[in-house]
């Protein structure tokens, strides 16, 4: 059925502009997209992944044209031929990376500080990349973030890892020539280590608060921009809320690791495995699901119902126990079909979590103008996104 | 003819618009049958006409489900919601790609899975190993006796402590294992580099063993220097053994291989929680590493051999350990329980045992 203009025919022009809701859907298959990941999956490995920027764009279409927002599609414009050369530069990076740990503590740590360097402005460049490629109804988002801001946004999270990499690393031939000698390891670094530990853990909620308030504060869509009003106080107490569910979470946990061990130390094979299939794997897998779950859904409700533009207000109400329910059942398919299940899952996922969301709109979207800002042309930074494992969705 | 809308990629409007093929040639033109271009007449606006070369524009797969958007040089776009009738109307001009014919039928995904599945096991067993051996051979033995102190150092710092055999002890072994080395070794390729070192386990749960470190680093404890002070043939075999990992630089291939196994793990798994990934690498990490045991335990017959010692005497190796580790059980209150095949790492005692015994 052909999509009907009829905005501007509907509401005469005098009137104040109403506030319309427009209904979120998502209408991915999971049968659709399962033949679409086994063929890419095949093509990624024989082409020893050389493939993976060209099957990443057929997703993003897939899942940005299965996105309709008011009955039109998000649109994927990114070239993949740009893709490549991104993702052969994270290769390579990734590559040198993992290496440099394997020879060295010395060179592992230079080339976490390197990595530590150039990251916020390669997560920076993956937002340009994924909105400048995203449209709706033809016209382009933007990021408007400057780079300046990506570091200070990151900097809450990095100061403290990086303290407590390079103490653990002055740390072992330290503790080395201490037990050799029969006396204590130098007590500065043993207090620095625990003091970035700690601050680590104390920061963790405001780096949460300002990586999303820069993100969700440089949204461009034909001239609105969005901000997001949620302070880290709010982010503060989800932090302590995950910390409470995890406590609770743990102590079943805990019982049911107890079982299984108790179990294990029974003469049997046939009752090993069972404790190892059926008691410790499912507890361990649903211990961690439950955690993700949680944080997943408060965190895209606090970050949602926060985020406003001057014409656009967006809603989520994602459920934690529609999630959490969701997420055991996927995993436990996913298991058992030894991951073929795995596109079916990120479909169901992928529409739970798009159809939680509102958008309400104030005006007739057909009188804005899009910018006229450039458009964004290198594509490194979105591989950068996808091969370290940030997710960068919207 | 095909009606659809078209978006001009300045302004969120919608413009109904008729879309006709012809030849080369992808014609758009202003729907006079709508209110909306009615409006547009109202207003004297000029109604829409573009010529576009069919090859300019970036047409939609086939799928069935999502809308079609068509890009058009210059930021415009076409949307289409109906799939189907626009893959009908589009598919004089853009031919299906192989690629999308196996993705829009199950036979194409069948035959993808099957390829993938074969591609994979092809990879593991043959592939891995491959790739191992030409990484391996560019590593230099600089860099690897490096790794192998590194690994010393390591252990040493956690929790390894300095040997309380006598001088004269650890001399002897030493001496013996360069002389049944000597007689093992062919003429004009002489035994790697190697360096022995004496540890004690103490309170680390490693008890009797040895174990060889890349760049040729054995270190043995004294724990098992004691169960067998009265078999100095069995501890040569047991060094024998070890060796046998130097020669292959089992040490660094395993290194390389654990790398090459998760980053193939990581690619079937790819677009996922992480925590999954490491399964299947741990478990197909644990196969060569069985591989590797029997090369060693291959090497350690050779030496033994060579030596006019029989192969059979390591049995008594598998039985005082066997010993030690129930007496250790029995301490604890417990009995030791035994993983199945796929996570231990050296193939069962039992088939080690087998070897030696029928070694001729």
Same mark, same amino acid.
């Given at each position: 059925?052909?999509?009907?203009?009829?905005?501007?025919?509907?509401?005469?022009?005098?009137?104040?502009?109403?506030?319309?809701?427009?209904?979120? %859907?998502?209408?991915?298959s999971g049968?659709?997209?399962?033949?679409?990941?086994?063929?890419?999956?095949l093509?990624?490995? +024989?082409?020893?992944?050389?493939y993976?920027?060209?099957? $990443?764009?057929r997703r993003?279409?897939?899942?940005?044209?299965?996105?309709?927002i008011?009955?039109?599609a998000?649109?994927?414009?990114?070239?993949p031929?740009k893709?490549?050369r991104?993702?052969?530069?994270?290769?390579?990076?990734?590559?040198?990376y993992?290496?440099?740990?394997?020879?060295?503590?010395?060179?592992?740590?230079?080339?976490?500080?390197?990595?530590?360097?150039?990251?916020?402005a390669?997560?920076?460049a993956?937002?340009?990349?994924?909105?400048?490629?995203?449209?709706?109804?033809?016209v382009?988002?933007?990021?408007s973030?400057k780079?300046?801001?990506?570091?200070?946004?990151?900097?809450?999270?990095f100061?403290?890892?990086?303290?407590? +990499?390079?103490?653990?690393?002055?740390?072992?031939?330290?503790?080395?020539?201490?037990?050799?000698?029969?006396?204590?390891?130098?007590?500065?670094?043993?207090?620095?280590?625990?003091?970035?530990?700690?601050?680590?853990?104390?920061?963790?909620?405001?780096?949460?608060?300002?990586?999303?308030?820069?993100?969700?504060?440089?949204?461009?869509?034909?001239?609105?921009q969005?901000?997001?009003?949620v302070?880290?106080?709010?982010?503060?107490?989800?932090?302590?809320? +995950?910390?409470?569910?995890?406590l609770?979470?743990?102590?079943?946990?805990?019982? %049911?690791?107890?079982?299984?061990?108790?179990?294990?130390?029974?003469?049997?094979?046939?009752? $090993?495995?069972?404790?190892?299939?059926?008691?410790? %794997?499912?507890?361990?897998?649903?211990?961690?699901?439950?955690l993700?779950?949680?944080?997943?859904?408060?965190?895209?409700?606090?970050v949602?119902?926060?985020?406003?533009?001057?014409?656009v207000e967006?809603?989520?109400?994602?459920?934690?126990?529609?999630?959490? $329910?969701?997420?055991?059942?996927?995993?436990?398919?996913?298991?058992?079909?030894?991951?073929?299940?795995?596109?079916?899952?990120?479909?169901?996922?992928? $529409?739970?979590?798009?159809?939680?969301?509102?958008?309400?709109?104030?005006?007739?979207?057909?009188?804005?103008?899009?910018?006229?800002?450039?458009?964004?042309?290198?594509?490194?930074?979105?591989?950068?996104?996808?091969?370290?494992?940030?997710?960068?969705?919207? | 003819?095909?009606?659809?809308?078209?978006?001009?990629?300045?302004?969120?409007?919608?413009?109904?618009?008729r879309?006709? @093929?012809?030849?080369?040639?992808?014609?758009?033109?202003?729907?006079?049958?709508?209110?909306?271009?009615?409006?547009?007449?109202?207003?004297?606006?000029?109604?829409?006409?573009?010529?576009i070369?069919?090859?300019?524009?970036?047409?939609?797969?086939?799928?069935?489900?999502?809308?079609?958007l068509?890009?058009l040089?210059?930021?415009?776009?076409?949307?289409?919601?109906?799939?189907?009738?626009?893959?009908?109307?589009?598919?004089?001009?853009?031919?299906?790609?192989?690629?999308?014919?196996?993705?829009?039928s199950?036979?194409?995904?069948?035959?993808?899975?099957?390829?993938?599945?074969?591609? @994979?096991?092809?990879?593991w067993?043959?592939?891995?190993?491959?790739?191992?051996?030409? @990484?391996?051979?560019?590593?230099?033995?600089?860099?690897?006796?490096?790794?192998?102190e590194?690994?010393?150092?390591?252990?040493?710092?956690?929790?390894?402590?300095?040997?309380?055999?006598?001088?004269?002890?650890?001399?002897?072994?030493?001496?013996?294992?360069?002389?049944?080395l000597?007689?093992?070794?062919?003429?004009g390729?002489p035994?790697?580099?190697?360096?022995?070192?004496?540890?004690r386990?103490?309170?680390?749960?490693?008890?009797?063993?040895?174990?060889a470190?890349?760049?040729?680093?054995?270190v043995?404890?004294?724990?098992?220097?004691?169960?067998?002070?009265d078999?100095?043939?069995?501890?040569?075999g047991?060094?024998?053994?070890?060796?046998?990992?130097?020669?292959?630089?089992?040490?660094?291939r395993?290194?390389?291989?654990?790398?090459l196994?998760?980053a193939?793990?990581s690619?079937?798994?790819?677009?996922?929680?992480?925590?999954?990934?490491?399964?299947?690498?741990?478990?197909?990490?644990?196969?060569?590493?069985?591989?590797?045991?029997?090369?060693?335990?291959?090497?350690?017959?050779?030496?033994?051999?060579a030596?006019?010692?029989?192969?059979?005497?390591?049995?008594?190796?598998?039985?005082?350990l066997?010993?030690a580790?129930?007496?250790?059980?029995d301490?604890?209150?417990?009995?030791?329980?035994?993983?199945?095949?796929?996570?231990?790492?050296?193939?069962?005692?039992?088939?080690?045992?087998?070897?030696?015994?029928?070694?001729?």
């Open positions: 059925m052909q999509i009907e203009p009829t905005w501007g025919a509907e509401a005469p022009p005098s009137a104040a502009p109403a506030a319309r809701a427009l209904p979120v %859907a998502f209408t991915g049968s659709e997209y399962f033949r679409i990941w086994i063929v890419n999956l093509l990624i490995i +024989v082409t020893l992944t050389l993976t920027p060209f099957a $990443r764009a993003l279409t897939y899942f940005q044209g299965n996105t309709r008011d009955g039109h998000l649109g994927f414009h990114g070239n031929r893709m490549f991104g993702y052969l530069l994270m290769v390579l990076l990734g590559v040198v993992g290496a440099s740990g394997q020879f060295s503590p010395a060179v592992g740590l230079f080339a976490f500080c390197v990595l530590a360097a150039v990251w916020p390669l997560w920076r993956s937002l340009q990349f994924r909105l400048a490629n995203t449209s709706w109804r033809g382009r988002m933007r990021f973030g780079l300046q801001g990506a570091y200070t946004a990151m900097l809450p999270s100061v403290p890892a990086i303290a407590l +990499v390079a103490a653990s690393q002055f740390m072992q031939p330290a503790a080395a020539e201490a037990t050799a000698a029969a006396s204590k390891p130098p007590m500065a670094l043993v207090w620095l280590m625990m003091a970035s530990m700690l601050a680590m853990i104390a920061l963790f909620p405001l780096s949460w608060a300002w990586i999303k308030r820069y993100q969700h504060g440089h949204y461009h869509y034909a001239g609105e969005t901000t997001l009003s302070g880290p106080r709010r982010f503060y107490g989800l932090a302590l809320n +995950v910390f409470g569910v995890s609770l979470a743990g102590l079943i946990f805990s019982v %049911a690791m107890g079982v299984g061990v108790g179990l294990m130390a029974i003469d049997s094979v046939a009752v $090993r495995a069972a404790a190892i299939a059926l008691v410790i %794997a499912p507890a361990y897998l649903t211990f961690l699901g439950t993700s779950s949680y944080t997943g859904a408060r965190l895209q409700n606090l949602w119902n926060g985020t406003r533009s001057p014409h967006f809603r989520s109400q994602l459920l934690f126990n529609a999630l959490l $329910r969701l997420t055991l059942k996927n995993v436990l398919l996913t298991v058992l079909t030894l991951g073929l299940y795995r596109p079916f899952a990120v479909i169901a996922t992928t $529409r739970l979590k798009l159809q939680a969301m509102t958008v309400t709109l104030e005006g007739e979207v057909d009188q804005w103008v899009a910018d006229t800002a450039s458009r964004m042309d290198d594509a490194s930074g979105d591989a950068a996104g996808d091969f370290f494992g940030i997710d960068m969705g919207l | 003819m095909l009606r659809s809308t078209y978006f001009d990629g300045r302004s969120p409007k919608a413009h109904a618009v879309l006709h @093929l012809s030849g080369d040639w992808l014609e758009i033109v202003g729907d006079t049958e709508t209110s909306d271009a009615r409006q547009d007449a109202d207003n004297a606006a000029p109604r829409l006409h573009l010529r070369p069919v090859r300019e524009v970036q047409w939609p797969e086939r799928q069935r489900h999502g809308v079609r068509a890009h040089p210059g930021g415009a776009m076409l949307s289409h919601d109906d799939g189907p009738a626009w893959d009908a109307w589009a598919a004089s001009v853009v031919p299906d790609t192989w690629v999308v014919r196996g993705m829009q199950w036979r194409g995904a069948l035959l993808a899975g099957v390829f993938s599945i074969a591609t @994979l096991v092809a990879a067993a043959w592939g891995v190993p491959v790739a191992t051996r030409a @990484l391996v051979a560019a590593v230099p033995a600089g860099l690897e006796a490096e790794l192998g590194q690994a010393l150092r390591s252990f040493d710092a956690g929790g390894l402590l300095p040997s309380r055999l006598p001088a004269t002890r650890q001399a002897a072994i030493r001496q013996a294992l360069e002389d049944a000597q007689r093992a070794s062919r003429p390729s035994p790697p580099a190697h360096t022995l070192h004496f540890r386990a103490g309170r680390l749960p490693l008890g009797p063993n040895a174990f470190l890349p760049g040729g680093s054995l043995v404890t004294d724990e098992l220097v004691t169960l067998l002070e078999r100095p043939d069995v501890i040569t047991v060094l024998a053994h070890e060796m046998g990992h130097v020669r292959h630089r089992h040490g660094l395993m290194v390389v291989q654990a790398s196994v998760s193939l793990a690619v079937v798994l790819g677009d996922t929680t992480g925590w999954l990934a490491t399964v299947p690498a741990v478990l197909g990490q644990q196969a060569y590493s069985r591989d590797f045991e029997r090369e060693a335990d291959d090497e350690s017959i050779r030496v033994l051999r030596n006019q010692l029989s192969p059979a005497v390591m049995v008594l190796l598998f039985e005082r066997r010993e580790r129930q007496k250790d059980a301490d604890d209150g417990g009995r030791p329980f035994a993983l199945p095949i796929a996570i231990a790492s050296h193939p069962s005692d039992e088939e080690r045992i087998a070897r030696f015994r029928h070694a001729r």
